[in-house]
């Protein structure tokens, strides 16, 4: 892990569920009231990662806690112990307890700003498609969804084309699986939050398939932006929070919802 302030504090592998690895890390940057909350998903392929890896927490808690952000970082249960379609469900259960938790750390949980990177931004993106899985687990809406580099938005159109080993692993040969599984067939209304999808400009079909996304979005009222920024996969991930003209994008949509 590198760039955690010595000054924030951190609580480790609090359990928002009976398994193990439903849990999650908090950072707290001294002593905050109605501090807005910065909810993030890891990514690995739906079967690796983890909350505590350095480029999923080491330049973002630097970033948000200094700008007064209680920062939560959330592991899920992986492949083969739980499909996608059951992480979905994990996500939604952390969320729902974290909103229940943020006041005890002096945090606002109508504050609340939802990330992913790769697998993790699927996650949260089906999540926002389809605002039923929220609200069966108790979670409220976050104020608005930051989802990084996801080629997961119709996993039917992914599946019937070239595609990694991983996504055979995750998503097998069912249809009817990819078609559940993909926020865009999901999607039957307004996401339940304005989104930002970050894209890598290094992979043109991640991008197309955002782009599809946001208008499915946009044509139920949506507010849905797409970017494409000139890093890799895995740098849209670690170099976020950096200072440059990727985080202010990112920056400037959150600043849009009310929350910097």
Not at 14 to 41: E, H, I, N, T, W
Not at 108 to 134: E, N, R
Request: net charge negative; aromatic share 6%.
């Amino acid at each position: 892990m590198s760039r955690i302030p010595a000054d924030v504090q951190r609580d480790t592998d609090l359990a928002y569920g009976p398994d193990p690895a439903q849990c999650l890390d908090v950072y707290r940057p001294g002593r905050v009231d109605k501090a807005p909350l910065l909810f993030f998903v890891h990514g690995g392929g739906w079967a690796r990662g983890d909350k505590a890896a350095a480029a999923v927490v080491g330049q973002k808690v630097a970033h948000w806690t200094a700008r007064g952000y209680v920062v939560v970082s959330v592991n899920y249960r992986l492949l083969p112990q739980a499909q996608p379609l059951e992480q979905v469900e994990d996500v939604a259960r952390a969320l729902a307890w974290v909103q229940r938790a943020a006041p005890g750390w002096g945090a606002d949980p109508a504050a609340c700003l939802l990330m992913g990177h790769s697998a993790g931004a699927h996650l949260l993106t089906l999540l926002a498609a389809d605002p039923a899985i929220g609200a069966g687990a108790g979670a409220r809406p976050g104020r608005g969804v930051v989802a990084l580099d996801t080629a997961a938005f119709d996993l039917v159109a992914l599946m019937e084309g070239p595609h990694l080993p991983l996504h055979d692993q995750a998503w097998g040969d069912d249809p009817a699986v990819w078609r559940a599984g993909s926020p865009i067939h999901r999607l039957q209304g307004r996401p339940d939050a304005p989104m930002l999808l970050v894209c890598s400009a290094l992979r043109p079909r991640v991008y197309r398939q955002a782009q599809q996304f946001a208008a499915r979005a946009r044509s139920f009222g949506g507010a849905v932006q797409v970017i494409a920024v000139d890093l890799s996969h895995r740098e849209l991930n670690a170099d976020l929070g950096e200072d440059g003209p990727y985080t202010a994008a990112v920056d400037d949509f959150v600043q849009g919802l009310g929350l910097l």
